[in-house]
């Protein structure tokens, strides 16, 4: 039986060179593997120092908004203390126009009851003339001055304080005229149903009884002077005035005052030259004399007050 041959041993110079690749492999291989960590490694690097900085920027930006956040709550804060005080102007300025009106309505209402108080005299004047010429007493009205006019010769006789027939006739018929307009621009305690135009206002202040002389002077047993003569003669008037119609007496002003009173004013304000017989003629009268009443006092005071304090 033959004998196999066995294979002989590699030379081991091949088996040197075969470690010696396997070897540099290895050494290759861990190279590439170092480069690769090295490039993991500045990557990472790169991207964590990216991160930092975005964070940073965030960071940053958070802060920015942040302030401008708390910029823009004290702009709306300052913005809402703003508006309150515009708002309190406002009301301010609301109410003082409020008040401006109230007050602007109470200087008209008191320029219209001045200027209004012209034509009512002179309605009322107008009104008592035209009934006195139908009951055929003709008497002069002055207007302007709010007077209705009685010459001597139609009441009295020279120097003398009681009243001629004539006189005696037209007190009575001015009485009984009087007693029916002047309730309609006065008060009184009685019941009265006077012929109003309109509803009855206390508009007349008062009527005064007015003796006028002319400037000749006199000493008679009843009177010593002028003085005593105009002064006896307005009186009698008024009591002539009472007695035909006592209506009269129970007339009061808007304050609640007696309507007609007295005066004499002797040759003090005359209407005619005294020099001539017939300007003494016609300053010898009496006068009745109808002021009107102003508007409630306190609506001038506060008026008077709102005017100093501009």
Same mark, same amino acid.
């Given at each position: 039986m033959s004998r196999i041959a066995s294979p002989a041993p590699p030379p081991a110079d091949a088996e040197d060179s075969y470690l010696a690749s396997l070897s540099d492999l290895m050494v290759g291989l861990l190279f590439?593997?170092?480069?690769?960590?090295?490039a993991f490694a500045l990557n990472y690097r790169q991207a964590e120092s990216v991160s930092t900085a975005e964070t940073v920027k965030q960071q940053t930006e958070k802060q920015r908004l942040m302030v401008e956040t708390?910029?823009?709550?004290?702009?709306?804060?300052?913005?809402?203390?703003e508006t309150d005080k515009l708002r309190e102007e406002q009301q301010r300025l609301s109410q003082e126009t409020a008040r401006l009106v109230v007050e602007k309505q109470q200087l008209e209402s008191i320029v219209e009851r001045l200027t209004d108080n012209d034509a009512v005299r002179r309605t009322l004047l107008r009104d008592i003339e035209r009934d006195l010429?139908?009951?055929?007493?003709?008497?002069?009205?002055?207007?302007k001055n709010g007077?209705?006019? $009685?010459?001597?010769?139609?009441?009295?006789?020279?120097? %003398? /304080?009681?009243?001629?027939?004539?006189?005696?006739?037209?007190?009575q018929q001015l009485a009984n005229v009087l007693a029916e307009i002047l309730p309609c621009y006065s008060q009184t305690s009685r019941v009265i149903q006077p012929r109003c135009k309109q509803q009855s206002e206390s508009r007349l202040e008062a009527?005064?009884?007015?003796?006028?002389?002319?400037?000749k002077p006199i000493n008679t047993p009843l009177f010593k002077d002028?003085?005593? $003569?105009?002064?006896?003669?307005?009186?009698?008037?008024? %009591? /002539?005035?009472i007695a035909n119609a006592p209506l009269l007496?129970?007339?009061q002003n808007g304050q609640t005052q007696a309507l007609l009173s007295v005066s004499a004013y002797e040759a003090r304000r005359p209407v005619a030259d005294q020099t001539t017989e017939e300007g003494r003629r016609q300053n010898r009268r009496i006068d009745l004399r109808f002021l009107m009443a102003s508007p409630p006092p306190e609506l001038i005071e506060r008026a008077a007050q709102r005017l100093n304090n501009k």
């Open positions: 590439i593997f170092i480069i690769i960590l090295m708390q910029a823009q709550q004290r702009e709306r804060q300052r913005l809402e203390q010429q139908n009951r055929g007493v003709r008497v002069f009205i002055d207007e007077i209705l006019r $009685l010459p001597e010769e139609l009441l009295f006789a020279s120097a %003398q /304080a009681n009243f001629r027939p004539e006189g005696e006739h037209a007190i009527v005064f009884i007015e003796g006028h002389t002319d400037n002028n003085w005593a $003569l105009a002064n006896a003669r307005a009186i009698n008037t008024y %009591q /002539a005035l007496d129970t007339l």
